[in-house]
Each structure stands twice: as structure tokens, then as C-alpha cells.
């Protein structure tokens, strides 16, 4: 007797849809679901200000699952500085979370990316120095350690003097717009050391005097945020000005920027540092419009949203009252701040809200569920393609698997415009499949088998992999794209189940650029004999 472990067979979408409401008026829920499995999650959340989907945004959070510096720091960073009520909340409804456990594993994966000079790298010890990065995980590390997680003072020491070379010097290396990304690099180091009193006033006056260098309000607002700390009441100001005059331009350079995680980090700055509270509200109105366009974020931008809408939630939000029908349930308020309800299944369709209170309400309504077929191929910015090949380097039909046999899979993804980093690639396992051998560097019969005239050995040299990940289900990895050469990966499968089974298509997307994203062509039914 076999047992199997069975999921949906294609990836998860989600649909938001965001509403102001007036005071007395009401809106019928009919979110367009048509397509999917009846196995439906939504939710309906009302406040009296923009609000940016906390919950949601966190339990997103671990959609990549890499342990890449800045994923692990933006998984660990609010449970070291949302409010206690906040934190008890999520772990009630995020039950596969173990917050002391993801906090210890998180501080020691960031130290474990300590270079020799006390940096920290994207991946590892041995990787180059990410200046940016180094800066946020330093942040993060100091909210662990005053949240009184043990943090070894010598490591930590060694990342702080780190961060004031790069406030002195700001010759450090990296790509894109540098001009912007040691503006930015320096302002960080320059918050992060003042919140210690350990800012070197005159680099930071050295530093404002380039504040035309920067792309983006948030590194302006970083800067005023330290001369403010180091109690620099004129120069604070002064930056908050140039920082309300600075329009964001995108640019990709390593500090992950967009207009959304800009705009919700300097939120959260703003109030936290209690600056300016009524720019903090217009941004915020700005900002929940935006997002409305937007169904994917970064985990930059889920983080910059968690904290945002955790600070609006803290300095703004008054009681209001409304009546939630679901069914032929009631829900009703009053309500201090916001309301949250979850609703399972086809509940959804035809629940209707009303506001019963005096003030306009911000209503967001998300629902998530499986599609029943599979997804049409994409190919924004880059193109993704999958085929398999048994262990002398031949095509195979899928339609004639022999249980007990190994096969090769091969991916070949490829941009169209531009050199394009951290891509991440995901490939979901039909149920009877098992990655078997994933280690082709002491695999010498894979590392001499050859396909389209070239060892395995040589298509794999021949490309830089940030990372490979090889779990239960579905094989991810972390790649760069270029439009000269395709970028290619293999791995290998072994059948173990006879039967027919549904093979979701490849997938990839840029974990920074919402605009660059691929799915390959889906494959017909696979069957194992």
C-alpha cells in the first residue's frame, strides 16, 4: 500500500482588493474566483487610516524560502520590534512559526556570514562584503541583542567597527548606481552607529554634504534620523526638507530600494522617531494606493510594510463601529484601531460590510486560493524552460517514466534585456518523484555524462549559483541572468511511485523587480509504470 503526501498541484494566487468606505454606506464582497479549488482563504480587514495588511504581509514573509543575509534578516527583524500584543497575536495565527527557535537560528545564520573584516556577505563567510547589508543585518543584530538575545560582543564589535569605516571612508565596492549606493550605505551605518552615540559627527556632516547622490527620500531620512539621535537638532531638519523634495528614482544597486519599501520604511522612521507625523500620514495615503497595483513584494518591501502599518497602528486609529455579514453570521464593533476576520471556502462571495460609524474606513479584502488548471507560460523580462533526460543523456517521455529509474532534470532560464541578480527559480516535484543525488561535484558518473555535446561539468561551471536548495517537494535555487547565455541547472529525480500525476509547470521570478517573472511551459500529465 502506497501513501502519499498530496498538495495542489499548481502554485497558490492571490487577489486584493481595497476599498474606502463611507461613513453609512456598505459594500457586497464578490472577489472574481472563478477557476479555483473550493478550498478558499480570505479575510476582511477595516481600519480608520491606510492600513498594509500586517498579518498577510507577514505570513508572506516566508514564501522564498532562502537563507540568503537579507531574507534571514527580514524573517527575524519583527519578532525582535513589533509591539508584545502584536507578536502574541501572529503566533496564534502562525502556528508553524517557533519564534524562540527562528530568533536563535536567525542571529546565528546572520553571524555565520561574517567575512574577515567583519562585513557581512548575501550567502556565506566566503562570499564578497555586501556594504548595505551589512548595515541591516548590524541593525537587526542590535535589536536581538536589547531584545536580550545573546549576541557574542566580539563579532558584534568587529560588524560595528565595520560600519564605521564605511561612515569614514566610503570606498567600498558594488554595482549599479554606486554614486547612490554609498550615499545610502553610509546614512545606514551613520543611523545604526547613532543609535549607540557612536556616530562620527563630522563623516555625517562630510557625508550630507552629498546628499544630491541619493535616489531615494528613505537614505535622507536615514541620515536626519542619526543626526537627530546624536542630537543635531539643524541638520536634522534640514535633511527632513531635502528629504520631502527628493522624488525616488529606481535604481538597482544592492540596497533592494523601491518606491514601496522606501516609502513605508520612511513611514515607519517618521513616526518611530516622531519627526513628522503629518508627512508620515500623507505617505501613507500615497503609499496604500500604490500598493493596490501590486500583487508580489519583496520580503524588502513586506518587512518595510509590516512596519509601517505596526507604527500607523500605534500613533493613529480611533474606535469605529460597522456590521460584517458572512453567511448568516453577524459581526459587529466597536473597534479600536483595526478589525481582522478571516473567512473560509465560497463564504466570501456575497458577504457584505457596512459602516455604521461617522468616519471614512479603509477596507481591504484578500482572498488566496489553487487554480484547478495550470498556469499559462509568462516570460516578463526572462524565459524559463524544463526537460528531462535519463542517465545516458537522451530526451525522455514523460509519458513512459519506469518506476525505480533516475533521471536528469535540466533548467535553462534566460533575460531578455538585462543582466538581472537574485532570481530565484522554484521546480515543484510531481508526487512520484524524490530528488535523489543533488551533489553532482562527487558524483562522477553525472559530472562525465554529457548532454548537448557538454559534460554536465562544464554547463555547471560555466554559471554562477547563488544557491541550491533540494527539499521534499520541489527543488529552488538563487541564480543570475544574463541576455547572452542561458543560465542552466540540473539536478536528479528518482521515480518511486507508479500512477499519473499532474507536473506544475517551472517557475522564476527576480525577488526584487516585480516586473521580471517566468513561468515555463506546462507539461502534460506524467506517467510512471
Avoid at 360 to 375: E, H, K, M, N, R
Avoid at 477 to 493: M, R
Wanted: charged share 20%.
Amino acid at each position: 500500500q502506497w501513501q502519499l503526501a498530496v498538495r495542489h498541484p499548481y502554485p497558490a494566487q492571490r487577489k486584493t482588493i481595497s476599498h474606502t468606505l463611507a461613513a453609512n454606506a456598505s459594500l457586497t464582497f464578490n472577489p472574481n474566483i472563478k477557476g479555483w479549488h473550493k478550498d478558499i482563504q480570505s479575510s476582511v480587514s477595516l481600519a480608520t487610516r491606510p492600513q498594509f495588511e500586517l498579518r498577510d504581509q507577514m505570513s508572506k514573509l516566508y514564501d522564498f524560502p532562502l537563507g540568503c543575509l537579507e531574507q534571514t534578516s527580514s524573517r527575524l527583524y519583527p519578532w525582535l520590534v513589533l509591539p508584545p500584543a502584536t507578536q502574541q497575536e501572529l503566533t496564534k495565527e502562525m502556528v508553524n512559526v517557533d519564534r524562540s527557535e527562528l530568533i536563535n537560528k536567525g542571529v546565528s545564520r546572520i553571524l555565520s556570514m561574517q567575512t574577515y573584516n567583519g562585513g557581512l556577505s548575501l550567502w556565506g563567510n566566503n562570499g564578497n562584503e555586501a556594504p548595505w547589508l551589512s548595515a541591516y543585518g548590524a541593525q537587526v543584530l542590535l535589536a536581538a541583542q536589547q531584545a536580550g538575545i545573546y549576541v557574542p560582543e566580539q563579532s558584534l564589535e568587529k560588524l560595528l567597527s565595520r560600519l564605521t569605516h564605511y561612515l569614514r571612508r566610503g570606498n567600498f565596492s558594488g554595482y549599479g548606481d554606486m554614486a547612490d549606493y554609498r550615499f545610502a550605505t553610509r546614512s545606514y551605518s551613520a543611523m545604526v552607529l547613532a543609535s549607540l552615540s557612536r556616530a562620527n559627527q563630522s563623516h555625517m556632516r562630510q557625508l550630507m554634504r552629498k546628499n544630491r547622490d541619493s535616489k531615494s527620500p528613505l537614505a535622507l531620512v536615514q541620515l536626519a534620523v542619526a543626526f537627530k539621535l546624536m542630537g543635531d537638532k539643524k541638520r536634522t531638519l534640514e535633511l527632513l526638507s531635502a528629504a520631502k523634495n527628493q522624488k525616488f528614482t529606481q535604481v538597482y544597486n544592492g540596497t533592494y530600494s523601491s518606491n514601496i519599501r522606501d516609502n513605508a520604511m520612511v513611514i515607519n522612521l517618521l513616526l518611530k522617531h516622531e519627526l513628522d507625523d503629518v508627512w508620515a500620514q500623507k505617505l501613507a495615503f500615497s503609499l496604500w494606493k500604490d500598493k493596490q497595483s501590486r500583487n508580489w513584494f519583496s520580503t524588502q518591501e513586506r518587512l518595510a510594510l509590516v512596519l509601517a502599518d505596526s507604527q500607523l497602528a500605534q500613533k493613529f486609529g480611533d474606535k469605529f463601529n460597522y456590521q460584517l455579514a458572512v453567511g448568516d453570521s453577524q459581526f459587529t464593533g466597536p473597534d479600536s484601531n483595526n478589525a481582522f476576520y478571516r473567512i473560509d471556502g465560497l463564504a466570501i462571495n456575497k458577504s457584505t460590510l457596512t459602516n455604521t460609524s461617522s468616519q471614512l474606513l479603509f477596507v481591504d479584502q484578500v482572498s488566496q486560493g489553487y487554480p484547478l488548471i495550470a498556469p499559462e507560460s509568462v516570460s516578463n523580462g526572462m524565459h524559463i524552460r524544463r526537460d528531462y533526460y535519463d542517465m545516458n543523456g537522451r530526451p525522455v517521455d514523460l509519458k513512459n517514466l519506469q518506476s525505480g529509474q533516475q533521471y536528469i532534470v535540466r533548467i535553462r532560464a534566460q533575460s531578455q534585456r538585462d543582466n538581472i541578480k537574485d532570481v530565484m527559480v522554484i521546480d515543484l516535484l510531481p508526487a512520484g518523484l524524490e530528488i535523489e543525488n543533488s551533489d553532482f561535484d562527487s558524483s562522477v558518473n553525472l559530472r562525465d555524462l554529457k548532454i548537448d555535446g557538454r559534460s554536465i561539468s562544464d554547463h555547471i561551471d560555466s554559471y554562477k549559483i547563488d544557491y541550491q536548495g533540494y527539499l521534499d517537494d520541489r527543488y529552488i535555487a538563487s541564480i543570475s541572468v544574463n541576455k547572452y547565455n542561458e543560465t542552466q541547472l540540473f539536478y536528479q529525480v528518482q521515480v518511486v511511485t507508479p500512477g499519473v500525476f499532474k507536473h506544475p509547470p517551472v517557475m522564476a521570478q527576480a525577488m526584487y523587480r516585480d516586473d521580471i517573472q517566468a513561468i515555463g511551459e506546462s507539461s502534460s500529465d506524467i506517467t510512471v509504470k
